[in-house]
C-alpha cells in the first residue's frame, strides 16, 4: 500500500479556484481541498496524509485522508519529519512542487509527483471523467428510461 504525503498549501496554490478562494478564506480553501481528496481516495487502497502550515482552526471532517497541522512549525517540516521515521520509504509518494522538500524526499528514495501533475492526472481528471462519463452514459440510456418510466414518444 502506497503512502500519499500531500502539501496542502503548496496544491492549493496549483489549483486556480482553490488558490483564489484561498485569499479570501483559507479555511474554505482547506475544506474543499479536502473534499476533493476524499473523492480521490474514498476507493482506493492507498493512503492520504494531507499537511497544513499553521493551526487548526476549524475541524475539517475527513473518512479517508488523515489531517495534519504544523503548528509551529512548517508543514514541509512535518512530512519531512515523517519521511524519515517511516521504515520503508519507497512506500512514501510525497505530493509537492516545492523543490527542497522534493529534493529531500528523493533522497530518501520516495516517490515524488509534482503538485501540478497530481492535480491534472489524479483529481481533476477524474472529477471530470466521472461527471461527463455519468452524463454521456445517462443521455445514451434515453429510450431505455423512457421505457421503465412510461414515458410515450411524442
Known amino acids: 500500500m ?92 510525497v505530493v509537492s512542487s516545492d523543490s527542497a522538500l522534493s529534493n529531500f524526499a528523493r533522497a530518501c528514495s520516495c516517490e515524488v509527483i509534482k503538485s501540478e501533475v497530481y492535480f491534472a492526472n489524479y483529481l481533476q481528471s477524474k472529477t471530470n471523467e466521472s461527471e461527463s462519463g455519468i452524463i454521456d452514459k445517462l443521455n445514451n440510456r434515453k429510450d431505455e428510461f423512457k421505457k421503465l418510466f412510461g414515458v410515450k414518444e411524442e
Open 2 to 93: 502506497k503512502t500519499f504525503l500531500i502539501d496542502g498549501n503548496n496544491l492549493i496554490g496549483k489549483i486556480k479556484t482553490l488558490f483564489a478562494l484561498q485569499q479570501k478564506d483559507k479555511q474554505s480553501s482547506r475544506e474543499q481541498l479536502v473534499f476533493l481528496l476524499e473523492k480521490y481516495f474514498k476507493n482506493r487502497k492507498n493512503k492520504g496524509i494531507v499537511y497544513f502550515d499553521g493551526f487548526q482552526s476549524t475541524a475539517v471532517a475527513s473518512n479517508y485522508i488523515k489531517i495534519k497541522y504544523s503548528q509551529n512549525q512548517t508543514a514541509d517540516d512535518i512530512i519531512r519529519e515523517d519521511i524519515s521515521q517511516t521504515k520503508n520509504r519507497k512506500n512514501l509518494i
